[in-house]
């Protein structure tokens, strides 16, 4: 049973535009919401990551976007480059483990 | 400060065999855990050990073990390794009590033959 939903499964974005990527959750214990970005041949590094008492949190272009009520959280990542492609993972946090979105996958044309 | 270190990085071993996959944690960080990351299932949790205690274990069969030592690093074992068990295998480490603000190794690649 996955606890973290994310979608979409795969994204193209033109250089300079933005990407936004989706994630939902059911267990209202998650307590921390981590991004993940993963480059092929590498582990994932923590990109941004927002608590629930946060509607929303920015680091340079990114933005994660947090609602409480709809138990849903976003990432927006702005002014896309090239070097953004890559799988990004949203995770939720709880009882000493996190829990994974299936990924997305961002391609960002030049 | 150096990152999470993971030794082998590439491994390859046959249907049967058991493996040891060893992780070093960011100095500081007593709270390390293991995840599986394949192709079909993603990334899935195997355990979480902070101060040589195991405090969670994910759904995986008892094949699967771990441990941690009093300097935070921690080793898994796979015994009789199955053509299921390929993956990349991550080692994570966190500072914080709650282990929740984790940051992940390179991983080690394992091909079962």
């Known amino acids: 049973q996955q606890q973290v939903k994310q979608s979409p499964q795969s994204l193209i974005v033109q250089k300079g535009g933005i990407s936004i990527i989706n994630c939902a959750y059911e267990?209202?214990?998650?307590?921390?919401f981590p991004w993940y970005q993963q480059f092929p041949g590498k582990g994932p590094a923590l990109l941004i990551a927002?608590?629930?008492?946060?509607s929303e949190k920015k680091e340079g272009r990114f933005t994660i976007s947090f609602n409480k009520s709809a138990k849903q959280f976003s990432l927006h990542i702005m002014d896309s480059q090239p070097g953004d492609s890559a799988t990004y993972f949203c995770?939720?946090?709880?009882?000493?483990?996190?829990?994974f979105g299936a990924g997305t996958t961002v391609t960002v044309r030049a | 400060k150096a990152g999470v270190t993971q030794t082998p990085r590439y491994l390859i071993k046959t249907r049967g065999q058991q493996v040891t996959l060893s992780c070093s944690p960011i100095?500081?960080?007593?709270?390390v855990s293991w995840y599986q990351q394949t192709p079909g299932q993603g990334l899935q949790f195997l355990f979480e050990?902070?101060?040589?205690?195991?405090?969670n274990k994910g759904n995986f069969p008892g094949r699967f073990s771990g441990r941690q030592f009093s300097n935070s690093r921690s080793e898994m074992n796979v015994s009789t390794l199955e053509l299921g068990d390929s993956a990349l295998y991550l080692c994570a480490s966190s500072f914080t009590q709650q282990g929740d603000e984790q940051f992940f190794g390179p991983g080690t690649r394992l091909t079962v033959l």
């Open positions: 995770a939720a946090s709880g009882d000493y483990k996190l829990s």
């Open positions: 050990y902070f101060s040589e205690t195991q405090r």
């Open positions: 927002i608590r629930p008492d946060v």
């Open positions: 100095s500081g960080h007593r709270s």
């Open positions: 267990n209202t214990a998650f307590d921390y």
